[in-house]
């Protein structure tokens, strides 16, 4: 009787530590959709959230890929040969440097994990 109650206090104690880690996650993404006005931004997508990976970057009448340069929980560092954004991840604000255009865009966050 002893041991299946130390077995469930066992099993109790894992199920809590696995369910309150973050990096055990099989999936997930984070998505902002903006609202832009000079350099036509409409969609930052972020599949894999870490440094190194890339993120797509989606604009009115093209798309293209750039290097996720910096993550913390407050901020993502996008960076390509002409563009640079810095989104911030809980508000969504996002500041874009392409070329030599700077411009400050709100965007709609949409994140997922499982």
């Known amino acids: ?10 099993l109790t104690v894992c199920l809590i ?4 880690c973050d990096q055990l996650s099989r999936f997930s993404y984070e998505n902002y959709n903006c609202q832009p006005k000079l350099t ?3 969609e930052i997508r972020v599949s894999q959230p870490k440094p190194g990976a890339f993120a797509n970057i989606l604009y009115a009448k093209e798309q293209s890929k750039a290097e996720i340069t910096s993550l913390t929980k407050t901020q993502i560092i996008i960076e390509s040969k002409s563009l640079r954004l810095i989104v911030d ?10 070329d030599n255009i700077y411009e400050s865009v709100s965007c709609v966050i949409d994140k997922f994990k499982m």
Request: hydrophobic fraction near 35%; proline fraction near 0%; glycine fraction near 8%.
């Open 17 to 20: 530590t696995l369910t309150g």
């Open 89 to 98: 991840r809980q508000t969504g604000f996002t500041q874009v440097f392409k």
């Open 1 to 10: 009787m002893k041991s299946s109650k130390d077995l469930f206090i066992c």
């Open 40 to 42: 036509s931004l409409r």
